[in-house]
């Protein structure tokens, strides 16, 4: 599928003054992420990445982003979200648990680990985590429900949005410190936002988004 | 830059932060521990901020206390979602209930300045009747004071927060003129205002603490559209920019980084200062009065931590009321996708409301709502999407495309109180030894009511500006009830010790302004603000005038 918006770069803006300072270590830090587990274990990280590419499936024209390497931040920084449900343990607990046990099911249901099913199998064993129903001693009184909801949907899907691949992808307008924008309503563009490719007119579209700085 | 505002407190050494000068300072008075100050504020947000400012403007001798850094802004404030989280109170809490409560984020604040730093600027008045809800419309409480006391505050704080807002506001007796004019109008508050057209129901361009023109050293908005995540240009007039400045050069003392942990009380029941801990070493301020303004949950969990033989269930606690009938906004949703570009990033998120429904009574369920409109960032709307819809895989992705042709209405609706919606406290402890707060919630068979109601009508006129694939988020956050959305601004919080959730209801036990030394519980049951004894009398005291 083309893009909806083609040759968007929102990191083109990085010098502009829709980037302050700020924002330019902030995004370089995250991008500098590092690719092997602190928190997870390998065994458990090829499990991550595989439901990783399940939640987040990504084209493969360009690099991935390296959600695994998030989860494991997130983790091995303890980087906290300031609240828990009662039901689940701690994240980390939470994730050991919970990739454990969505082995455990994959080898219950289809005979093999998660990371070797095929991608449909391995949505169905996530869609029955997602429905609550998976139990059983892997689970250790966790419902496998919450853990899907509240523990692995967010932490793989928000540190995807946020990347500036993810903001090209959806045509977000990115940093806007100190610029911000001036043409506000319906139907209008700042010549710093993104271009949508309109149907048969991606080239236009890519022309402009080639200007946006 | 200037440093890393978590590494050690910024306020120290005799100056403080100057957060409209890069680099700048600001002369800051100190005390030392063992000084007996007049007061002691914990917290330094929407509360406490413009209460110590108020009490040094008053010549009182007052520390604000705030767990979180001393930011500035035009250093520290990227414009990035995840980088800002840095503002949010993000220590662990407990949730369970029914309908548990998300906290953190945009439903929390560390900071001076309190979650003001990130809050969304909507600064509404309440409703005349909602003074009277008991007498006038039959639910809830009556409040200690009249409609026409507040009408005067709201002016002040409208007038100290430089609030941008409409030449007419279509709802309510009439109101003074904003002092700045109201913004202009985004995609997404267009949206809102020809729906409620197509209705036949008045809405107005939100009154916004962001300046709409120059004021002072801060800017007018450039409507970069990241205000919940903290406004990096000084235009936003939060505490932080607003009072606390103020504050410092009026000889108050604010210690940042500072957690406190307890409340002492001496034998007869006074309190005489708070433990609190600073540079990893707890440490005691000596004080004449102690105000706690923590809001919803760290206030109550101060105070139940705080008990002791005086006072064994907590303090200010004679009534048994504290931490219950904790009261949150639903914060129900309709979403859609629109032929156009309306591009919801751009701007305040909530350029435009109705408060139809506020003053409408014509319904089947107790009090009010009105909605908003909405302007996520990626992060906020991927969580919206997975949660309400549970969507992942291909289908997320697909759907996170239609971002800038979304459009969509939330709903900022009263919940009724509930003595088992509460904070207690938890076994678990914190990074500082302290027991975390239990938080618990469900909602009631009238806040159900409301929420169907709501939807309903937000769906109709979402359908009527032509709006297709529309979905309801019925799983919202339920924020804290707070006073940028709901009216509870400015003045109406001062110096309250109580959570403001529980400020309708616990206002005819504890008094207003009431500072910690003692616990007269229904003594002060009817008496009006303005005639408590001394020290609730000298909390409030330097206000009238002085805003």
Same mark, same amino acid.
Not at chain 2, 249 to 253: D, I, L, N, T
Not at chain 2, 399 to 418: A, D, R, T
């Given at each position: 599928?083309?893009?909806?918006?083609?040759?968007?770069?929102?990191?083109?803006?990085?010098?502009?003054?829709?980037?302050?300072?700020?924002?330019?270590?902030a995004?370089?830090?995250?991008l500098?992420?590092?690719?092997?587990?602190?928190f997870?274990?390998?065994?458990?990280?090829?499990?991550?990445?595989?439901?990783?590419?399940?939640?987040?499936?990504?084209?493969?024209?360009?690099?991935?982003?390296?959600?695994?390497?998030?989860?494991?931040?997130?983790?091995?920084?303890?980087?906290?979200?300031?609240?828990?449900?009662?039901?689940?343990?701690?994240?980390?607990?939470?994730?050991?648990?919970?990739?454990?046990?969505?082995?455990?099911?994959?080898?219950?249901?289809?005979?093999g680990?998660?990371?070797?099913?095929?991608?449909?199998?391995?949505?169905?064993?996530?869609?029955?985590a997602?429905?609550?129903?998976?139990?059983?001693?892997?689970?250790?009184?966790m419902?496998?429900?919450?853990f899907?909801?509240h523990?692995?949907?967010?932490?793989?899907?928000?540190?995807?949005y946020?990347?500036?691949t993810?903001?090209?992808e959806?045509?977000?307008?990115?940093?806007?410190?100190?610029?911000?924008?001036?043409?506000?309503?319906?139907?209008?563009?700042?010549?710093?936002?993104?271009?949508?490719?309109?149907?048969?007119?991606?080239?236009?579209?890519?022309?402009?988004?080639?200007?946006?700085? | 830059?200037s440093?890393?505002?978590?590494?050690?407190?910024?306020?120290?050494?005799?100056?403080?932060?100057?957060?409209?000068?890069?680099?700048?300072w600001?002369?800051?008075?100190?005390?030392?521990?063992?000084?007996?100050?007049?007061?002691?504020?914990?917290?330094?947000?929407a509360?406490?901020?413009?209460?110590?400012?108020?009490?040094?403007?008053?010549?009182?001798?007052?520390?604000?206390?705030?767990?979180?850094?001393?930011?500035?802004?035009?250093?520290?404030?990227?414009?990035?979602?995840?980088?800002?989280?840095?503002?949010?109170?993000?220590?662990?809490?407990?949730?369970?209930?029914?309908?548990?409560?998300?906290?953190?984020?945009k439903?929390?604040?560390?900071?001076?300045?309190?979650? &003001?730093?990130?809050?969304?600027?909507?600064?509404?008045?309440?409703?005349?009747?909602?003074?009277?809800?008991?007498?006038?419309?039959?639910?809830?409480?009556?409040?200690?004071?009249?409609?026409?006391?507040?009408?005067?505050?709201?002016?002040k704080?409208?007038?100290?927060?430089?609030?941008?807002?409409p030449?007419?506001?279509?709802?309510?007796?009439?109101?003074?003129?904003?002092?700045?004019?109201?913004?202009?109008?985004?995609?997404?508050? $267009?949206?809102?205002?020809?729906?409620?057209?197509?209705?036949?129901?008045?809405?107005?361009?939100?009154?916004?603490? &962001?300046?709409?023109?120059?004021?002072?050293?801060?800017?007018?908005?450039?409507?970069?559209?990241?205000?919940?995540?903290?406004?990096? &240009?000084?235009?936003?007039?939060?505490?932080?920019?607003?009072?606390?400045?103020?504050?410092i050069?009026?000889?108050?003392?604010v210690?940042?980084?500072?957690?406190?942990?307890?409340?002492?009380?001496?034998r &007869?029941?006074?309190?005489?200062?708070?433990h609190?801990?600073?540079?990893?070493?707890?440490?005691?301020?000596?004080?004449?009065?102690?105000?706690?303004?923590?809001y919803?949950?760290?206030?109550?969990?101060?105070?139940?931590?705080?008990?002791?033989?005086?006072?064994?269930g907590?303090?200010?606690?004679?009534?048994?009321? /504290?931490?219950?009938?904790?009261? /949150?906004q639903?914060?129900?949703?309709?979403?859609g996708?629109?032929?156009?570009?309306?591009?919801?990033?751009?701007?305040?998120?909530?350029?435009?409301?109705?408060?139809?429904?506020?003053?409408?009574?014509?319904?089947?369920?107790?009090?009010?709502y009105?909605?908003?409109a909405?302007?996520?960032l990626?992060?906020?709307?991927?969580?919206?999407?997975t949660?309400?819809?549970g969507?992942?895989?291909?289908?997320?992705?697909?759907?996170?495309?239609?971002?800038?042709?979304?459009?969509?209405?939330?709903?900022?609706?009263?919940?009724?109180?509930?003595?088992a919606?509460?904070?207690?406290?938890?076994?678990?402890?914190?990074?500082?030894?302290?027991k975390?707060?239990?938080?618990?919630?469900?909602?009631?068979?009238?806040?159900?009511?409301?929420i169907?109601?709501?939807?309903?009508?937000?769906?109709?006129s979402?359908?009527?500006v032509?709006?297709?694939?529309?979905?309801?988020?019925?799983?919202?956050?339920?924020?804290?009830?707070?006073?940028?959305?709901r009216?509870?601004?400015?003045?109406?919080?001062?110096?309250?010790?109580?959570?403001?959730?529980?400020?309708?209801f $616990?206002?005819?036990?504890?008094?207003?302004?009431?500072?910690?030394?003692? $616990?007269?519980?229904?003594?002060?049951?009817?008496?009006?603000?303005?005639?408590?004894?001394?020290?609730?009398?000298?909390?409030?005291a330097?206000?009238?005038?002085?805003?």
């Open positions: 599928m083309s893009p909806r918006y083609p040759g968007y770069e929102v990191e083109a803006k990085r010098d502009t003054p829709s980037w302050n300072e700020a924002t330019r270590l995004v370089d830090k995250r500098a992420v590092p690719r092997e587990p602190r997870f274990t390998t065994d458990e990280w090829i499990t991550l990445e595989a439901i990783c590419d399940r939640i987040m499936p990504q084209p493969g024209d360009r690099p991935k982003v390296p959600l695994p390497a998030y989860v494991d931040q997130k983790l091995a920084d303890n980087v906290q979200d300031g609240y828990r449900y009662a039901v689940l343990p701690p994240q980390g607990e939470a994730w050991r648990r919970g990739l454990r046990a969505l082995d455990d099911a994959a080898h219950g249901v289809f005979g680990p998660f990371r070797t099913l095929l991608p449909e199998r391995q949505d169905e064993i996530l869609r029955r997602q429905a609550g129903a998976l139990e059983g001693e892997a689970w250790a009184g419902p496998s429900k919450a899907f909801e523990r692995l949907v967010p932490d793989i899907t928000h540190a995807y946020a990347t500036p993810a903001w090209n959806i045509g977000f307008g990115g940093p806007a410190s100190p610029r911000g924008y001036v043409r506000m309503a319906l139907n209008r563009r700042d010549p710093w936002e993104a271009v949508e490719a309109k149907p048969d007119h991606e080239a236009k579209a890519r022309q402009a988004n080639s200007r946006v700085r | 830059m440093g890393d505002p978590f590494a050690a407190p910024r306020a120290a050494g005799g100056r403080a932060p100057d957060v409209m000068r890069p680099g700048g600001l002369e800051m008075r100190e005390h030392a521990d063992t000084d007996e100050v007049d007061f002691v504020v914990v917290g330094t947000g509360g406490g901020g413009p209460l110590i400012t108020g009490l040094a403007e008053a010549g009182f001798s007052v520390i604000g206390f705030d767990a979180g850094p001393y930011f500035r802004p035009l250093e520290d404030f990227a414009s990035d979602e995840t980088e800002q989280n840095k503002l949010y109170w993000n220590d662990n809490r407990i949730v369970d209930g029914a309908n548990p409560l998300t906290m953190g984020g439903n929390s604040g560390k900071a001076v300045g309190g979650s &003001t730093v990130h809050f969304a600027m909507v600064s509404l008045r309440f409703r005349p009747e909602w003074f009277k809800s008991r007498s006038a419309l039959g639910y809830g409480a009556d409040w200690p004071l009249d409609w026409r006391d507040m009408w005067g505050w709201y002016a704080a409208e007038r100290a927060l430089s609030i941008s807002g030449t007419r506001y279509p709802w309510g007796p009439k109101r003074p003129d904003y002092p700045y004019r109201a913004h202009e109008i985004n995609g997404a508050g $267009d949206l809102l205002a020809r729906g409620c057209e197509a209705m036949g129901i008045d809405w107005t361009p939100t009154p916004l603490a &962001t300046v709409s023109a120059p004021h002072g050293k801060s800017p007018p908005c450039v409507y970069r559209g990241f205000c919940r995540f903290g406004c990096s &240009t000084n235009a936003k007039q939060s505490q932080l920019v607003a009072f606390i400045p103020r504050a050069k009026a000889g108050a003392e210690r940042d980084l500072a957690m406190v942990g307890r409340i002492e009380t001496d &007869t029941g006074r309190a005489t200062g708070v609190y801990i600073r540079e990893g070493r707890w440490r005691f301020q000596r004080a004449k009065n102690v105000v706690v303004a923590g919803a949950i760290e206030t109550p969990r101060l105070l139940l931590a705080s008990a002791n033989a005086q006072h064994p907590g303090l200010a606690n004679s009534s048994g009321l /504290v931490g219950k009938n904790l009261m /949150v639903s914060n129900q949703a309709v979403f996708v629109m032929e156009d570009e309306v591009r919801w990033y751009k701007g305040p998120p909530s350029l435009t409301i109705t408060e139809h429904w506020n003053y409408d009574d014509k319904k089947n369920f107790h009090g009010g009105c909605w908003m909405q302007g996520p990626p992060i906020e709307w991927v969580g919206i999407q949660s309400a819809r969507l992942w895989g291909q289908a997320l992705r697909d759907e996170m495309e239609k971002y800038n042709h979304q459009v969509g209405l939330k709903m900022v609706g009263e919940m009724l109180p509930n003595e919606n509460r904070v207690t406290l938890d076994d678990e402890t914190d990074q500082y030894g302290l975390v707060a239990r938080i618990t919630y469900g909602w009631g068979e009238n806040d159900k009511a409301m169907a109601h709501a939807l309903d009508q937000m769906q109709t979402l359908e009527l032509g709006a297709k694939e529309l979905f309801r988020q019925t799983d919202d956050t339920n924020h804290l009830r707070r006073q940028d959305q009216g509870q601004f400015g003045l109406s919080q001062l110096g309250h010790p109580q959570p403001l959730d529980l400020r309708r $616990d206002l005819p036990h504890h008094g207003w302004g009431e500072s910690l030394t003692d $616990d007269h519980g229904r003594r002060h049951a009817d008496r009006p603000p303005d005639r408590q004894p001394s020290r609730q009398g000298r909390a409030l330097p206000w009238p005038g002085e805003l």
